[in-house]
């Protein structure tokens, strides 16, 4: 079963940035897809970027060229760098993992604000 911790979320003014980061239990990390997803209060929960085992990567069209998702194999997890923030960018974000290890994490609060 894997298990995954997310952090670096926080408060950032507009055009600030974060990077999030998921850090994920069990030694199959490497052949997982990650992704990150988030929560809007009052909206779906939304794919915002995907990364796959061999590091293909997308986005959604609302965060490309601003966001970047990246692995460390090594280090077991995935991050979520993110430029340029505006305050439609405020939401719960979450690491996850789908098929046959499908996981999520517990959620950082990322909030952009001035």
């Known amino acids: 079963q894997v298990q995954l911790v997310e952090s670096g979320g926080g408060l950032v003014q507009p055009g600030g940035s974060l990077r999030l980061s998921c850090a994920a239990s069990?030694?199959?990390?490497?052949?997982?897809?990650m992704n990150w997803y988030r929560q809007a209060p009052g909206k779906q929960r939304e794919l915002v970027a995907g990364?796959?085992?061999?590091?293909?990567?997308n986005y959604a069209d609302s965060v490309k060229g601003r966001f970047t998702i990246s692995r460390d194999n090594a280090k077991k997890t995935v991050y979520l760098q993110m430029n340029s923030l505006k305050p439609e960018d405020t939401a719960v974000y979450y690491c996850?993992?789908?098929?046959?290890?499908?996981?999520w994490g517990q959620g950082t609060q990322v909030t952009v604000s001035s």
């Open positions: 990364i796959t085992s061999r590091g293909s990567t």
């Open positions: 996850n993992t789908d098929g046959r290890y499908a996981a």
């Open positions: 069990g030694s199959i990390f490497s052949i997982l897809n």
